[in-house]
């Protein structure tokens, strides 16, 4: 059974009932086409292909509300959708939320989560159109990201590296693990103030809404995000576009916040960047020069692997659910 | 912590792991649109619109492994999305499906309920085209639809049924809570033969897929589904169009079935019809004749209410979350 913080008080599910409870989601997170048995969204453009993509977070696996505030929670939800809508070339539109809750779960956090999706979606001029809310022993999010792919040219697939291509990102790389590796240390309120941009980056993340459509518009053929871990989620483009590729120790070393947080923890900070994830950098490969918002941090090359400066990587293994 | 039917042995998700249960979801459902960031949908067509709705289900509340097969959960979290598509007058194009499940699930379940969301989709040319997989105490499904609603004029909304209409309907009603009433007292495998049709309309609904388009093509103005019970859903149309309903008593009246089914549960028949819901039966309004598989049940009067012949109907309470 889920358990709330004692600091989030007022009515609860169970006490308000579903219809309430939806209301208030509503009014946080406003769109004319929420509320009838599905939302339609805008008139497609021309030539136009649409782009979805799903992920659910579970209290006490994905997130925690001793060290997030849920609209830290519905931001971070939304961002990490919209990673994967940017990461085709697409430009996101929409998002639905399904959430299941313990009938003693305060309104609150449901309106707050809400909220803080409202805020995010609002950065890409999309909206939360529908959604669904029933009771479960558990607290799970599950937003679906509705996006919208423009021209005739190819998605920016997993596939579609080229030798000799630059490897391009866009985001900061270890920020989000080592955010987290202090909250399990700490806590939130005990987090020395100076890694306060660690904290929010693993809380409530941020990337420049549009990146994508640029990086597609400027030639990038390949892109995803920084989800499982930069290893791993770069050795998935390697294997299915068939390449090598090589990346950059400078381009990617950790900067000096990094290495605070990690000489405090005693860690070491390449593993927060190797092995980390949760970033949801956009990472691309592309002929020219890097899309604007972008910085070249490596190479593709032949072979089959991910090296740094032509070595085999410390750290690789990532995220894994079971 | 959710436990499993002994029938369903074999290996668990936790033995075989994310990666190896993603791999048999994509071979019981496959897709070319499957396994990047995000799925690119086919080129829409023009002057289309998008539709986007989500539902989420969780063993013990919205079904369950002890009446339903694998298959069936699946088929009935599509039917319950894809009747959301329709009832907007829109054509079901692709499905996602994320999935919250325990450790020692068997991968056997999680598969078979794939293999059912892969027959369901097919009837309606559609595909399932991502998902996410998690491990949480609970079995959650969370499937989103998307639709297109080709052409330019408006979606069957709730709020656009007019004074004079008839009320028409595709599909059974009260099937579905019978079943589930026989399950209850019976369980599966002890339901007397003859009322297999409505166990099977609980446990795996089916809709002639098209009727939503159709309804639309030929003039209809409002859709809804009886998810929640057929009064409920009804009076919200009421509401939000600012009109009464009356249905006429002789064309929702038990059939011969559901007489048989009451007779022997002692149950009145009419509250499975009026309240009973989840037969996810399109029920549309329009001036002409009743579209190509629905007939007229009821009519668009005056008033804020839904009667029967006139009458305050003996049962309206449908389903509620909390």
Chains 1, 2 share one sequence.
């Not at 997030?68 to 085709?88: H, L, T, Y």
């Not at 050795?235 to 576009?241: C, L, N, Q």
């Not at 740094?308 to 410390?314: H, K, L, V």
């Amino acid at each position: 059974m889920t358990s709330f913080p004692v600091h989030y008080s007022g009515p609860t599910l169970g006490e308000v009932g579903e219809h309430r409870a939806i209301e208030e989601i509503i009014a946080a997170a406003p769109s004319s086409r929420n509320g009838d048995d599905a939302a339609v969204l805008s008139h497609a453009s021309p030539n136009s292909r649409g782009v979805a993509t799903t992920d659910m977070l579970i209290q006490g696996r994905h997130f925690s509300l001793d060290w997030s505030r849920p609209e830290e929670i519905g931001m971070k939800a939304i961002v990490q959708n919209f990673a994967d809508i940017e990461a085709m070339g697409a430009r996101p539109i929409a998002a639905l939320l399904a959430v299941s809750a313990p009938a003693d779960t305060p309104l609150v956090i449901i309106r707050d989560i809400a909220s803080g999706i409202a805020s995010r979606v609002r950065d890409y001029s999309a909206e939360l159109v529908g959604g669904d809310l029933t009771s479960g022993d558990e607290l799970v999010l599950s937003v679906t990201a509705i996006g919208s792919l423009g021209g005739s040219h190819p998605a920016l697939s997993l596939d579609r590296a080229r030798f000799n291509q630059h490897v391009v990102a866009h985001g900061r790389l270890g920020w989000s693990a080592a955010g987290l590796a202090l909250l399990k240390r700490y806590g939130r309120q005990e987090v020395p103030r100076q890694f306060a941009p660690l904290v929010d980056a693993h809380c409530a993340p941020y990337l420049n809404p549009g990146r994508g459509v640029v990086a597609r518009a400027t030639g990038a053929t390949c892109m995803t995000d920084n989800s499982d871990g930069l290893v791993v989620d770069l050795s998935t483009i390697a294997r299915r576009s068939a390449v090598g590729i090589d990346l950059f120790a400078a381009a990617i070393a950790p900067d000096p916040l990094l290495c605070g947080a990690a000489e405090l923890l005693g860690a070491d900070p390449w593993e927060w960047i190797l092995a980390g994830g949760e970033d949801h950098t956009l990472l691309a490969t592309t002929f020219g020069d890097p899309p604007s918002g972008f910085r070249a941090i490596g190479q593709v090359i032949r072979g089959q692997s991910v090296t740094i400066d032509g070595q085999a990587p410390r750290y690789g293994h990532g995220w894994v659910s079971f």
